[in-house]
Structure formats: structure tokens, C-alpha cells
């Protein structure tokens, strides 16, 4: 039996980390064969929702579930965490200054960055899921100096797993006939969901599916899925949500599939640690076409980019650089 995975969430007694954790410790992030234990970490408030959610899990009788253990500091919280799902943060409510919400986000992510440097295991990786999880994802990694910068990632899978979603549900397609969709730029209304590259089965989307649509309402309702989530359900999005953390870290760990016979090898969208490639400026977290192979994001090289593209990206990757230069200001990276 292989050595347990330990997995980290934080906010683990609010909403998607009630949605991610039976999953995880179903075998959906890892596979049938792979032991997890579980690290649920809340503020003291957060506690009871997360005591709650451990017995549930208990309940659950999971052949792969190691372990479930609750804490309260990040040091503990991390202690030997080879994945770490960030999703506790102090999201944007109504009237909030976009200063105080850096700030009381990088009281969060600032000590999580330093406790994942100093106490999880030498092959942790990272995503963070709460928002704004781009910039939240820049605080914790420069929290972090003895962690590569790439083992940092904010979740744009839930955006690109939407555009797939609706671009299938427009085209009558389906969803595993569709290739090539990219995310770019920040976890915001600024990305730039990207079908100029994307097929369905082998045709260009824009052949199906129009320049038009692709360029204009498809873009827009990719971008403000999120509010329309909340408006429809009176809620926001939480079990889609879960879903693509899941797929985040599956493909990190076990790799994006293969191409199919003469295809090209699919891609997802994921922000990571920029290199500077497309033109978006070194350090930022921003999200980009990547595959996982043996571990490690790489980043789709090589596309084309028309003027719409280049502004599109260049617009999101400004909107990242004024976050970084806020935070940076107030000291927090
Ligand atoms: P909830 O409010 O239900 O849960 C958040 C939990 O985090 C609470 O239980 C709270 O006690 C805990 N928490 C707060 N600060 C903490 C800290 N310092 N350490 C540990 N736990 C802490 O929110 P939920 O619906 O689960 O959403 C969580 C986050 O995901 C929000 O920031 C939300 O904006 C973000 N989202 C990000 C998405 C993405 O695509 N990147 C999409 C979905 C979601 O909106």
C-alpha cells in the first residue's frame, strides 16, 4: 500500500471545503489506489463546521482515507503537507476598499506562505482557490523563499472548465470533443477566455460556432459565470467549484491526458508563476495554457496570438501588476 498523500485545505468548514473533501478522500484527486490523509485547517470560528465535516467523513467509511486531522495554526496545519489547498480567505464583500481586502488577505496567505516554507513536505505543491487567488497565490509565494516558485498555483480551472461547459452547450457538442480553450490573465472579469485556438472535434470553434459569439457573449458570460451562479442560486458556485480544484490537482499529479491518435495533447488553464512568456510581466501569477507532465506544469509554447489576444492578455496582466504593486506597497510581498 503506497505511502498516504497528506492534503491540506484550509477553510476546510466552509462551503467547497465541504464539497472537496469527500471527493478527495473518494480517490478522485489521486486515483483508486492512493491513501490520503486529511488536514482540515479553520480559524476558530470555522472549527465546528470543520469537526462537522470530519465526522461526516467518518461516516463516509472511505477505503483511502488515512487519517482526518483538524487544526487551528498554520505550522501544524502544514506540518508534512504535500498538497495544500488554499481556499479560506476574506473575499470582497459589498463596500470593501480594494485596500482592506489585500491587506486582510495578506494577514491570511503572508504567515500561510511562511508556515508552508518552514513545515510541509519538500514536494508540496500548492494551489489557492480563495480570493482574489491570483494575488493571494503571489503573497503566499513570496512567503516562501525555500519553495520553487512554479510549486505555487491560483485555480483558473474553474473558468476554463466553464468555457469548455458552455462552448459545448452552444455547439451541441461534447465536452470531450473539445480541445485548445485557454484562460488567460487573473481570476476576475479582466480574463480573457480564449477560443482562438479552440477545436471541436478537429474543427476550429469559430468555424462552429462564429467569431462573433467567441469574441463577444461567449466572453462575457465565461468572465461573470460567477455572478450569474450567485443570482440563479442565490449562492456562489461551490460544488463546481470543488470540482475544479480536484481537476487541478489530478492533472498536476497524475499529468493532462495523452493526445489521441494524431491530435494534439490537450491543455488546461492554470495561473502559475509567469516566466514572462506571451508578454505577461516575470513573477505574476497569471493564468496560461499549460500541461502537467511528471509532475510540473508546462506552459503551452508557441501560439499565436492576433492583436484582440495580445490586448486582451496584456489588459488582465495590467490589472495583476497593480494587485502586486498594492501588496507590495503595503509590504506584504
Ligand atoms: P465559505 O465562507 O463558505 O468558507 C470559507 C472558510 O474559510 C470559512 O469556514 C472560514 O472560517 C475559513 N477561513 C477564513 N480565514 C481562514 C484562515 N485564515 N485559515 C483557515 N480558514 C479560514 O466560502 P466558500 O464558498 O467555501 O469559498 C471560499 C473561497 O473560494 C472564497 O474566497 C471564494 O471567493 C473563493 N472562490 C474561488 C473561486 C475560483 O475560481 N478561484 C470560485 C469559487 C469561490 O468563489
Redesign the pocket.
Known amino acids: 500500500v503506497p505511502t498516504p498523500i497528506t492534503v491540506t485545505v484550509?477553510?476546510a468548514?466552509?462551503?467547497?471545503?465541504y464539497a472537496a473533501l469527500f471527493r478527495i478522500a473518494s480517490g478522485a484527486m489521486f486515483g483508486p489506489e492512493q491513501p490520503v490523509a486529511l488536514r482540515l485547517?479553520?480559524?476558530p470560528?470555522?472549527v465546528k463546521?470543520a469537526e462537522g465535516a470530519a465526522l461526516e467523513l467518518v461516516d463516509g467509511a472511505f477505503p483511502l482515507l488515512a487519517s482526518i486531522d483538524i487544526a487551528t495554526t498554520p505550522e501544524v496545519g502544514f506540518d508534512g503537507a504535500n498538497v495544500a489547498l488554499l481556499?479560506?480567505?476574506?473575499?470582497r464583500t459589498a463596500g470593501m476598499e480594494r485596500a482592506d481586502l489585500l491587506a486582510a488577505n495578506g494577514a491570511?496567505f503572508g504567515p500561510q506562505g511562511r508556515a508552508i516554507n518552514d513545515h510541509a513536505a519538500d514536494d508540496v505543491r500548492v494551489l489557492v482557490?480563495?480570493?482574489p487567488?491570483n494575488t493571494n497565490a503571489l503573497i503566499a509565494q513570496r512567503n516562501a523563499p525555500d519553495v520553487p516558485a512554479e510549486r505555487f498555483t491560483?485555480?483558473?480551472r474553474?473558468?476554463h472548465n466553464r468555457a469548455v461547459g458552455l462552448l459545448a452547450e452552444h455547439a451541441a457538442a461534447r465536452v470531450a470533443d473539445i480541445a485548445g480553450v485557454t484562460i488567460w490573465g487573473n481570476?476576475s472579469t479582466t480574463q480573457y477566455p480564449d477560443l482562438s485556438h479552440a477545436t471541436i472535434a478537429g474543427r476550429p470553434a469559430f468555424d462552429v460556432v462564429g467569431e462573433e459569439w467567441g469574441r463577444g457573449a461567449f466572453i462575457e458570460r465565461v468572465a461573470n459565470r460567477?455572478a450569474e451562479i450567485i443570482e440563479v442560486r442565490g449562492g456562489?458556485?461551490?460544488a463546481s467549484?470543488a470540482n475544479?480544484a480536484i481537476d487541478h490537482v489530478r492533472d498536476w499529479s497524475l499529468g493532462t491526458p495523452p493526445a489521441a491518435e494524431s491530435g494534439v495533447a490537450p491543455w488546461t488553464s492554470v495561473a502559475l508563476p509567469s516566466t514572462g512568456a506571451y508578454g505577461i510581466p516575470e513573477g505574476l501569477l497569471a493564468s496560461v495554457p499549460a500541461r502537467a507532465v511528471a509532475g510540473a506544469w508546462q506552459v503551452v509554447e508557441g501560439l499565436e496570438l492576433d492583436e484582440f489576444s495580445r490586448h486582451r492578455i496584456a489588459a488582465s496582466a495590467a490589472e495583476l501588476a497593480a494587485e502586486r504593486d498594492q501588496v507590495a506597497e503595503m509590504g506584504l510581498i
Open positions: 484550509t477553510g468548514g466552509g462551503q467547497i471545503g485547517l479553520e480559524i470560528q470555522g463546521g481556499v479560506g480567505s476574506r473575499p491570511i482557490v480563495g480570493n487567488a491560483a485555480m483558473t474553474l473558468d481570476h460567477g456562489s458556485s461551490v467549484a475544479a
